[in-house]
């Protein structure tokens, strides 16, 4: 991949955020930002596939790696078109291909994502002989992005109360996308790569969510084969990152880490004594804007 400027989530943006007065524990007025939340109605083609709640930016992408992420867009077919009407918060995407998807929509789960994210139920049918590119993860890298990607400018530092997902090459971040829902932010990625036809081989995925079945599922659906957090695991995530041969990190902060699947991935370069720990005033300040 050429060497460009990675794209990062604009604080600045007056659109994502909206100024509101209280009062704090004093009882003295203040002003905060708090993140904006509108729907979003996806079709694909002529169909109506669903509404999702999102913060508003990058709607293209959001579409289309949630249509790509449900299997409704396949590797081969050609998006001839993307529409946005702003006005009535919809997003039309068109393709060569004709699509229909009653079956698919009947069997629609509610997942544990922030904002309620919505699978459809043969998501699990996907991962079915799937096999992940054996690339390498080195724990200096991992140590890299974790430092830059927790001091780059963003909404989470801006005003809380989002997640973050990071597509990233080695110690290098290339696309951060950010969203109420941790699972809308990972389909902005993934809508990412499916535009700009990025190999998702030797890719590392950082979220700053909990490392739940479906951020697993994506990932791995993606053909990414490492997924890092600096939160913890679910349960079922673990045991279907061991079932597909993802390489599952979490509770990355600071010199600490844990891997509870795929750890033939990792290449211990770096010296965890010589890494700065994460320290009691940064992680006061992640708390406080949760």
Not at 30 to 54: D, G, H, K, W, Y
Not at 77 to 82: A, H, P, Y
Not at 92 to 113: D, Q
Not at 219 to 236: D, E, H, N
Request: aromatic share 4%.
């Amino acid at each position: 991949m050429p060497d460009r400027k990675p794209i990062l989530p604009d604080p600045t943006d007056p659109r994502l955020t909206r100024a509101v007065l209280g009062r704090d524990h004093t009882g003295a007025e203040v002003e905060i930002a708090v993140v904006e939340e509108r729907p979003l109605t996806i079709f694909l083609n002529s169909q109506e596939i669903v509404t999702a709640m999102t913060i508003g930016d990058h709607p293209d992408y959001l579409a289309v790696g949630f249509l790509r992420n449900q299997g409704m867009l396949r590797d081969d077919d050609v998006v001839t078109g993307i529409d946005v009407d702003e006005e009535t918060e919809v997003v039309v995407v068109r393709t060569e291909r004709e699509t229909r998807h009653e079956e698919k929509l009947k069997k629609k789960t509610r997942t544990s994502g922030c904002a309620v994210g919505t699978v459809f139920g043969d998501m699990m049918e996907g991962l079915e002989g799937l096999t992940l590119p054996a690339a390498e993860c080195r724990t200096s890298w991992l140590y890299a992005l974790a430092r830059e990607i927790n001091t780059m400018p963003s909404l989470y530092l801006a005003a809380g109360a989002i997640h973050g997902t990071v597509l990233c090459q080695a110690d290098r971040p290339l696309v951060y996308m950010e969203d109420v829902g941790r699972h809308n932010a990972v389909d902005k990625v993934a809508g990412w790569m499916f535009r700009e036809d990025v190999s998702p081989a030797d890719k590392i995925l950082y979220t700053t969510g909990r490392l739940t079945s479906e951020m697993v599922i994506k990932t791995a659906l993606m053909g990414i084969p490492v997924l890092a957090s600096r939160s913890g695991f679910t349960a079922w995530g673990v045991e279907i990152a061991r079932q597909v041969g993802l390489t599952l990190i979490g509770r990355l902060r600071g010199q600490r880490f844990v891997c509870l699947a795929g750890e033939e991935r990792l290449v211990r370069d770096a010296d965890p004594g010589a890494v700065s720990d994460e320290g009691t005033r940064h992680r006061r300040k992640a708390a406080a804007l949760d």
